[in-house]
């Protein structure tokens, strides 16, 4: 096995620190690395030596798989509530002029408009007003599962869900209960960002804190639901509050089970309170993928999303531990120009993204919400006709995936 000769010879390496060597046999040995170590991996460890040890656990887990899937977003609005330091998307309220207010009926009429695509998902995330509150959304999701049952609804995150828990007096066990029972079947992982209040006081003061967020999952997962988490990275934070946070995503993980992908998001600086703030470089991100997929043992998943990081750092980063792009059909979000993405206005047919997927050695899997295979693309032939449009994105912005 390629990728486990590969370990044996870094192992093997004379020249490597003997801390670093003895997290790669505990690799080798698929044993829990410390936070100390996790910690160290930040500050001592080269992009090669991260990449054999994050390749090998992807490839033990995933094999040579690279996932996408096909959804389109719904975001009822950019306006909010909050004040998130690091957002390029919201709007507050009293710049309601930049803003929109989408209604019911014309989010209806956005899921009818993908009735005859092949879509398996819908996924709905954006700004907290109070009008957006749990009655609308119950109401919502009751009225999609009716129109198309067979569409996957992920929706909301903690930090939407505490607000209008909190306005409808219910507490997180029972409202989640009842989203569940109107139709709700995932979660997205957005407002994370980073869980320490060192940090957290800083870049988003005013909404849910660490411990409100990872309850409402934890919530989610003992009906035995499924959520995805996040992390923002590359702004103020230092490398143990990175640590920090993916330690209290895999006690929670360990707890529940209930995980399914986590996402790391890149900061981006443009025109937003923080654009002052310098962007990491792609090593950085690179490095970040490769440690997460190694301190993550619990997770299935590390995803990407190439749209916001460039399609040639997307295909790096399936060598650093991430096998899942996602993806979407839809072409309406403003929310990569707007936070200052490497691509805009970004689609690819499928056919290139398969292309894309291939040309690093990977193989290529559509699959649904919940990880389900709907299409191996390995020796699939395309038809001459089959050019629609596949555009794959982040939300890192706000509270999303």
């Not at 569409?151 to 828990?165: D, M, N, Q, R, S």
Request: hydrophobic letters at 35%; one cysteine or more; a negative charge.
């Amino acid at each position: 096995m390629e990728v486990e000769s590969r370990l044996d010879l870094l192992i093997e390496n004379k020249l490597l620190a003997a801390d670093l060597k003895a997290i790669a046999v505990k690799v080798k040995r698929g044993e829990r690395i410390s936070f100390e170590e996790g910690v160290l991996l930040y500050e001592k460890g080269e992009l090669g030596y991260l990449g054999v040890l994050a390749n090998y656990i992807r490839e033990k887990k995933n094999g040579n798989y690279t996932y996408f899937n096909r959804n389109f977003h719904i975001e009822p609005t950019n306006l909010c509530v909050y004040d998130c330091k690091f957002c390029s998307y919201s709007r507050l309220i009293k710049q309601k002029e930049e803003g929109w207010e989408a209604t019911m009926e014309s989010m209806l009429e956005t899921v009818k408009g993908y009735d005859d695509e092949a879509v398996t998902e819908v996924h709905i995330v954006g700004g907290v007003l109070p009008q957006y509150n749990m009655k609308f959304y119950m109401d919502l999701f009751a009225a999609i599962k009716r129109h198309r049952k067979d569409l996957h609804v992920k929706a909301l995150t903690p930090v939407e869900y505490h607000y209008i828990f909190k306005k409808a007096k219910v507490d997180y066990a029972t409202g989640m209960r009842m989203m569940k029972e109107s139709g709700l079947e995932s979660m997205p992982g957005g407002g994370a960002e980073i869980f320490h209040p060192e940090i957290r006081d800083h870049i988003c003061k005013d909404k849910c804190d660490a411990d409100q967020w990872l309850s409402i999952h934890e919530e989610w997962h003992k009906l035995g639901m499924h959520s995805n988490a996040t992390m923002l990275y590359g702004h103020i934070e230092k490398f143990w509050h990175r640590v920090d946070h993916m330690e209290r995503l895999r006690q929670l993980q360990d707890r529940t089970g209930g995980f399914q992908s986590f996402i790391p998001l890149k900061f981006r600086n443009k025109d937003n309170q923080m654009s002052h703030v310098d962007e990491v470089s792609v090593i950085e991100d690179l490095r970040n993928y490769a440690i997460a997929r190694i301190y993550l043992d619990n997770f299935p998943h590390i995803k990407a999303y190439w749209a916001m990081i460039s399609r040639d750092t997307a295909q790096l980063s399936l060598s650093y531990g991430v096998d899942d792009i996602d993806g979407t059909l839809d072409d309406t979000t403003k929310i990569y120009s707007m936070a200052g993405s490497e691509e805009q206005n970004p689609a690819m047919s499928t056919r290139q993204l398969v292309e894309l997927i291939k040309q690093v050695g990977r193989h290529p899997i559509e699959r649904d919400t919940l990880y389900h295979i709907v299409t191996d693309y390995q020796d699939y032939v395309f038809e001459e006709k089959e050019t629609e449009k596949v555009n794959y994105y982040s939300l890192p912005v706000l509270d999303n995936h």
